[in-house]
């Protein structure tokens, strides 16, 4: 076995860099699916349709105790 660390080449670090920028690209390809796309803006269509009826929920509910405080 060769105890002495061998020199980091400027290949080394061209191919390491390489590797990450492939990783990248191809896991980016993956999230510009038309599928997956749709799907995002699906969930996000429903979280803000279920925070609009939660808002309008509340001040419901802050009107009904309003009417019943006045009637009281």
Known sequence: MDD???AVTR???EGGAQKILDTLGSTAGGMTN???LRSLG???MIGVVYWVGRRKGRR???RAISELARMV
């Open 34 to 36: 038309p599928v997956f």
């Open 4 to 6: 002495q660390p061998t």
């Open 11 to 13: 290949e080394d670090l």
């Open 60 to 62: 419901k509910v802050k």
């Open 42 to 44: 699906t969930a996000a």
